[in-house]
């Protein structure tokens, strides 16, 4: 079949369409396409955005009109708290665009974009074209935790993956797909369920993390919040990868310094994430921590699946906020990219991190974080940071200064260690 696919000037028309209030029959026509396929592009790539009304900011709470404390609301945090969603979200056109009443509205909008929504196919057609990346380790991972709550005690996948969430290196839907293929020791047998369903076609369009999680999160989300706090540090946080299935390395890159930490974990989960930053908090104290990490950005790896536990201690105090950069645009980090050169000097890409310990990767960052900067006046990160920060936070963090002749980027740092 010719043109089955929408191409982005055919999606600037649905988007106008619908912005016009037309139907989806006269915009299908118009493209001399089946109104069905309108619909479902439309359901398949939208974008959540969580913006208020003029002079109102954003808030989808059942009682905001009538609260007392609708100035300093809280929102999800209040106990009387019930989120409102708007009913005419239910039917044609499912999206905020042609809404005569967008502009006075404070609950979440849903919006049909071409360009997110090109953008958003382009990366789902590049994912179902590439087949698996998952190495054999992962898979023996992945393995542990399903075989045995879904073989031996008959769990369903659904329950198995949404209870052990932050173990899980990919999303549910990566992992029916990996029983179909047969990578996975869980069969289609096991689910009895699925084995009594016939085979559905779908075209749906997942992120490595639930879209949920970037609801007031997104790039643009930042972007608004660092106009309103131009003076806030911001800090990126990414992976580096050595072999697939092996131990992986958490970067956190401060960018007003640019002095970066680095921690080990065996398994690339949300909860080895979630452990680091409660370790770290534990080291420097709530308050510091507060100072250290006012905002976060990241990308939407699945080990940055769970916000809210990043964001909040386990006594449910707020120490950050997270945002997440656009799928494939590495750019909006692109000084913590910059950084990970200097890991690269001394672990090529693809080079395994498995004979490694956390002593070891904190030796590496000291000597990356002693190396001299054009761009901060020829000043190491380290000597920046404790003049921000503080030594003792540096030294509690496993980071101490190496004097300027003694810095080397390679693995000769690890002999006597």
Same mark, same amino acid.
């Given at each position: 079949?010719?043109?089955?696919?929408?191409? %982005?000037?055919?999606?600037?028309?649905? +988007?106008?369409?619908?912005?016009?209030?037309?139907?989806?029959?006269?915009?299908?026509?118009?493209?001399?396409?089946?109104?069905?396929? !309108? &619909?479902?592009?439309?359901?398949?790539?939208?974008?959540?955005?969580?913006?208020?009304?003029?002079?109102?900011?954003?808030?989808?709470?059942?009682?905001?009109?009538?609260?007392?404390?609708?100035?300093?609301?809280?929102?999800?945090?209040?106990? +009387?708290?019930?989120?409102?969603?708007?009913?005419?979200?239910?039917?044609?056109? %499912? @999206?905020?665009?042609?809404?005569?009443?967008?502009? =006075?509205?404070?609950?979440?909008?849903?919006?049909?974009?071409?360009? %997110?929504?090109?953008?958003?196919?382009?990366?789902?057609?590049?994912?179902?074209?590439?087949?698996?990346?998952?190495? =054999?380790?992962?898979?023996?991972?992945?393995?542990?935790?399903?075989?045995?709550? @879904?073989?031996?005690?008959?769990?369903?996948?659904?329950?198995?993956?949404?209870?052990?969430?932050?173990?899980?290196?990919?999303?549910?839907?990566?992992? %029916?797909?990996? @029983?179909?293929?047969?990578?996975?020791?869980?069969?289609?047998?096991?689910?009895?369920?699925?084995?009594?369903?016939?085979?559905?076609?779908?075209?749906?369009?997942?992120?490595?993390?639930?879209?949920?999680?970037?609801?007031?999160?997104?790039?643009?989300?930042?972007?608004?919040?660092?106009?309103?706090?131009?003076? !806030?540090?911001?800090?990126?946080?990414?992976?580096?990868?050595?072999?697939?299935?092996?131990?992986?390395?958490?970067?956190?890159?401060?960018?007003?310094?640019?002095?970066?930490?680095?921690?080990?974990?065996? &398994?690339?989960?949300?909860?080895?994430?979630?452990?680091?930053?409660?370790?770290?908090?534990?080291?420097?104290?709530?308050?510091?921590?507060?100072?250290?990490?006012?905002?976060?950005?990241?990308? =939407?790896?699945?080990?940055?699946?769970?916000?809210?536990?990043?964001?909040?201690?386990?006594?449910?105090?707020?120490?950050?906020?997270?945002?997440?950069?656009?799928?494939?645009?590495?750019?909006?980090?692109?000084?913590?990219?910059?950084?990970?050169?200097?890991?690269?000097?001394?672990?090529?890409?693809?080079?395994?991190?498995?004979?490694?310990?956390?002593?070891?990767? $904190?030796?590496?960052?000291?000597?990356?974080? $002693?190396? $001299?900067? &054009?761009?901060?006046?020829?000043?190491?990160?380290? +000597?920046?940071?404790?003049?921000?920060?503080?030594?003792?936070?540096?030294?509690?963090?496993?980071?101490?200064?190496?004097?300027? =002749?003694?810095?080397?980027?390679?693995?000769?740092?690890?002999?006597?260690?």
């Amino acid at each position: 079949m010719k043109n089955k696919h929408l191409s %982005y000037d055919e999606r600037l028309m649905i +988007e106008k369409g619908i912005t016009n209030n037309k139907s989806f029959k006269k915009i299908a026509a118009k493209l001399e396409k089946n109104c069905t396929t !309108v &619909a479902r592009e439309i359901k398949n790539h939208y974008t959540v955005e969580n913006t208020g009304a003029y002079g109102r900011k954003f808030n989808d709470c059942i009682y905001r009109t009538r609260c007392s404390i609708r100035k300093d609301c809280p929102l999800q945090k209040c106990c +009387e708290y019930q989120k409102e969603e708007c009913p005419l979200l239910l039917k044609p056109p %499912y @999206v905020c665009n042609g809404c005569k009443n967008r502009m =006075n509205c404070t609950l979440t909008k849903y919006l049909y974009k071409a360009e %997110y929504a090109q953008r958003e196919y382009s990366e789902m057609l590049k994912e179902t074209r590439s087949g698996t990346t998952f190495s =054999n380790k992962e898979l023996d991972y992945m393995n542990s935790i399903l075989y045995p709550l @879904v073989t031996i005690q008959r769990q369903s996948i659904h329950h198995a993956y949404i209870n052990n969430l932050d173990k899980m290196i990919c999303s549910e839907k990566e992992i %029916y797909r990996l @029983v179909d293929l047969g990578l996975l020791k869980v069969r289609n047998i096991d689910m009895p369920r699925k084995v009594r369903r016939r085979i559905r076609r779908k075209n749906e369009r997942h992120f490595k993390i639930d879209k949920k999680c970037r609801i007031g999160r997104t790039y643009q989300d930042f972007l608004k919040y660092m106009e309103k706090h131009p003076d !806030v540090a911001v800090v990126e946080m990414d992976s580096v990868e050595g072999t697939k299935g092996g131990k992986v390395l958490l970067t956190i890159h401060f960018k007003n310094t640019s002095f970066m930490l680095s921690f080990i974990r065996d &398994a690339n989960t949300a909860q080895s994430v979630i452990d680091i930053f409660d370790e770290i908090q534990e080291k420097v104290g709530l308050d510091n921590f507060k100072k250290l990490f006012p905002i976060i950005l990241t990308d =939407n790896g699945t080990e940055f699946s769970d916000p809210t536990k990043i964001e909040y201690d386990k006594d449910g105090n707020q120490r950050t906020k997270i945002f997440y950069c656009d799928p494939s645009s590495p750019e909006e980090k692109g000084a913590c990219e910059v950084n990970h050169e200097m890991i690269r000097r001394i672990f090529e890409k693809g080079e395994s991190f498995d004979e490694y310990n956390q002593e070891q990767i $904190s030796l590496m960052m000291s000597h990356i974080n $002693s190396y $001299s900067r &054009a761009k901060l006046n020829d000043k190491k990160p380290i +000597e920046i940071f404790n003049l921000v920060y503080g030594e003792e936070i540096s030294k509690s963090l496993g980071i101490i200064e190496i004097s300027s =002749n003694d810095v080397t980027l390679t693995k000769k740092i690890f002999k006597n260690s």
